[in-house]
């Protein structure tokens, strides 16, 4: 019993992080309808940053998070006005899967030109503290980070619903062309959407920094964990993402204690599968789902 | 091209390519070998990913269950001596990455686009992780397969004729396959699956038997390139640039044409290995922008490069507008 609680404690802890790695992923592919597998880069450059800083100046990745963010935010919307752009008008959006797949490959050469291709982790002072709660016992990192997760999802939330950017947006990806009648620049808001979603999936790495060990060639990982995460959830909003983020965490740890480790990638797999041949749409259901 | 001249070039590059290794360096032997492998797994992509338009991001897991497959048949059944010897292993090789194929085919092949390209990348992935942990496998600490080499001749030019012969196996095939009723029910599929199912293609069964055919084709190729290596883990043949290599191959050169995998495999191995061989670190950018290039400024890839640039549409789109 007490091994199935800690498990489940786990497992969440590793579902918050889950959410917030994929949810600017689930964003891209909600609201302008493209599959970006870049994403993991993102997530990768944004635990490198974390690295860098932490080792250069001390900084601790958790308040690192607004630079990175504001970093890689500009770096999304650059990326998006440029390269993604051009791949949708000029090709198709199956084309555009293929140009982010490239351009991954161009990131982590460049990645690990510049940091080297070995695993890398990042060990701030509390690494080794843990709190109790009863007799489970819960790592301080990992608590930090899925505070911090949940912090962030909240406010991504809150903007969609709440501001006029996040109403912009929403609208943009329900009808596009709507939209743009409206007065909304419809390519600037795609452009802001990558650029949220990149400074996002950067947050995200700061945190699994310190949580988890890292290298260029995790990416993939990452990608493939938003994925699944977005076929899980649902497709295009925070509580989605946070849905599919924490049953990816529960069957990873309950597959990692009572079956084996060795089988988690596995049965992550056969639950996606399983997923999108049963129930498509998500646990929740695409948010934007009747415009598509 | 009237037939009697295209069977004089075919006939002529045969000769061409037996003789080839006569004036060659062992190491351009070598390269050449790896064109003649990784074209053909471009070829073979190509029937599934051109032809029926179902982009397969992970491949390579057909490669890596031929070699194992192959070293696992010699472990039980004994390994055979000489050429003849990697007859049977090679078989099994192409038989259980095509049986795999099937199984995981019903499923995956209901997902379409970008579902199924991402379906295959985590196919890749899990299978990887198998071999590599399940000790059944034998993945992490590695498979051998005995060097099926006859005496007397070099290893490379027995691989180089090996993968040779494959790569006109699979461009014969290819070529089969396209001119067919099968090719054409895959052209179908490709450009509009739920018309061609309402108009009474049997679209589901198609699919898999590209999906199979694709499969054990790469599989065979698999199987040899463990050969080829005589030693190897879980890494050495799952390799993601392999999945990688196939779809940008087919991509430059032209997706969905017969030769187009192998002129992409030509001009991006050349280039890799030859122009810039002093920059080994740098490999993975340069291919990942050559994609990126050639989807922004040719979608069609060489072989339909005339219609694809841009300043050429552009032109037809003010004469035809």
Do not use: D, E, Q, R
């Given at each position: 019993m007490l091994l199935f609680l800690q498990t489940t404690i786990n497992g969440l802890v590793l579902g918050g992080i889950y959410s917030l790695a994929a949810v600017g992923f689930s964003l891209i592919f909600g609201v302008i309808g493209i599959v970006n597998l870049t994403h993991g880069i993102f997530v990768i450059a944004g635990a490198y940053m974390a690295m860098a800083l932490f080792a250069a100046a001390g900084v601790d990745p958790l308040l690192a998070i607004p630079l990175i963010g504001a970093v890689l935010f500009a770096v999304g919307y650059a990326y998006q006005r440029t390269i993604i752009d051009w791949a949708i008008s000029r090709a198709s959006v199956e084309a555009s899967l293929v140009v982010t797949f490239g351009m991954a490959m161009v990131f982590r050469n460049l990645l690990q030109l510049w940091f080297g291709p070995d695993v890398q982790t990042i060990t701030p002072s509390y690494s080794f503290d843990s709190v109790a709660i009863g007799p489970i016992r819960v790592d301080m990192v990992r608590l930090a980070a899925l505070g911090a997760s949940m912090a962030l999802l909240t406010g991504l939330t809150l903007m969609l619903a709440r501001t006029h950017f996040g109403r912009a947006m929403r609208a943009v990806a329900q009808q596009p062309l709507a939209a743009s009648l409206s007065g909304l620049n419809v390519r600037r808001i795609h452009g802001l959407t990558f650029g949220v979603s990149a400074a996002l999936a950067g947050a995200s790495g700061a945190i699994i920094g310190i949580v988890q060990p890292f290298s260029a060639s995790s990416e993939v990982a990452w990608t493939l964990n938003a994925f699944i995460v977005v076929v899980l959830g649902g497709i295009g909003s925070p509580a989605g993402a946070l849905a599919g983020g924490l049953v990816l965490g529960l069957i990873n740890a309950y597959t990692a204690t009572y079956v084996s480790p060795a089988l988690t990638q596995a049965m992550m797999f056969l639950v996606l599968v399983l997923m999108l041949l049963l129930r498509p749409q998500g646990i929740l259901g695409a948010a934007y789902g009747e415009s598509r | 091209m009237t037939r009697p001249l295209a069977l004089l070039l075919l006939a002529a590059a045969a000769v061409a390519t037996a003789l080839l290794p006569q004036a060659l360096s062992p190491f351009h032997i070598r390269v050449l070998q790896f064109f003649f492998f990784a074209a053909a797994t471009a070829v073979a992509w190509n029937i599934l990913?051109?032809?029926?338009?179902?982009?397969?991001?992970?491949?390579?897991v057909s490669i890596g269950i031929g070699a194992f497959s192959a070293a696992h048949f010699g472990l039980i059944f004994g390994h055979g001596a000489?050429?003849?010897?990697?007859i049977l292993p090679v078989l099994a090789g192409g038989a259980i990455a095509g049986l795999f194929a099937l199984v995981i085919a019903y499923p995956l092949l209901r997902l379409r686009g970008t579902y199924f390209a991402i379906a295959m990348l985590g196919v890749g992935q899990v299978v990887a992780e198998l071999a590599n942990n399940l000790?059944?496998?034998q993945g992490g600490i590695g498979l051998f397969l005995p060097s099926p080499v006859p005496d007397g001749m070099a290893p490379e030019r027995f691989y180089y004729y090996a993968f040779a012969a494959l790569l006109a196996l699979c461009l014969v095939i290819s070529w089969a396959v396209k001119r067919s009723k099968f090719g054409y029910a895959l052209l179908a599929i490709r450009e509009d699956e739920d018309t061609a199912q309402m108009l009474g293609v049997a679209t589901e069964r198609y699919k898999i038997a590209a999906f199979v055919l694709s499969a054990t084709l790469v599989g065979l190729l698999g199987a040899v390139y463990g050969y080829s290596l005589g030693y190897f883990t879980t890494p050495s043949v799952f390799r993601l640039d392999f999945s990688l290599n196939m779809i940008v191959f087919a991509l430059i050169g032209g997706?969905?044409?017969?030769f187009g995998p192998v002129i992409g495999a030509a001009l991006l191995l050349f280039l890799t290995?030859?122009?810039?061989?002093?920059?080994l670190d740098i490999h993975l950018m340069i291919t990942g922008a050559l994609v990126v290039a050639v989807i922004l400024l040719?979608?069609?890839?060489i072989l339909r490069a005339g219609a694809t640039l841009p300043w050429k549409r552009r032109a037809k789109k003010e004469a035809s507008g």
């Open positions: - | 990913g051109g032809y029926a338009g179902y982009w397969s991001f992970g491949h390579t000489g050429p003849a010897g990697m000790p059944v496998f997706i969905g044409t017969l290995n030859v122009l810039l061989s002093g920059f040719m979608p069609g890839g």
